[in-house]
């Protein structure tokens, strides 16, 4: 059974910065797709970052140059750095591994990290 495991939410102030990570039980190297999505309450599930094989970051409108996504193979970790939150990126933030290794329509999800962005 594959496991994701985000860590890294909380509390943050408007303005402040955190850091999500998504510890993998398999590795990430040859994966498709590595990303992140978010849900807020009452609204459908959206992307807010993907990487792919090219190493070329694609983001959601409403967090370009403000969030990073990286990801370390060795650790099977990807992270997800916020910077200068918002309240409106309230929500709980999921991290998604997509295509493994010999398994390309493999689509595995981690179980949420609640981020609450609030004075």
């Known amino acids: 059974q594959v496991q994701l495991v985000e860590s890294g939410g909380g509390l943050v102030q408007p303005g402040g910065s955190l850091r999500l990570s998504c510890v993998a039980s398999l590795s990430i190297a040859n994966t498709q797709f590595v990303g992140w999505y978010r849900q807020a309450p009452g609204k459908q599930r959206e992307l807010v970052a993907l990487?792919?094989?090219?190493?070329?970051?694609h983001y959601t409108d409403s967090v370009k140059d403000r969030f990073t996504i990286s990801r370390e193979f060795a650790k099977r970790t990807i992270y997800l750095q916020m910077n200068s939150v918002k309240p409106e990126d309230t929500a709980v933030y999921f991290c998604?591994?997509?295509?493994?290794?010999?398994?390309?329509?493999?689509?595995?999800w981690g179980q949420g990290i609640q981020v609450t962005v609030s004075s």
């Open positions: 990487l792919g094989q090219s190493d070329t970051p």
């Open positions: 998604n591994v997509r295509g493994t290794y010999g398994s390309p329509s493999s689509d595995y």
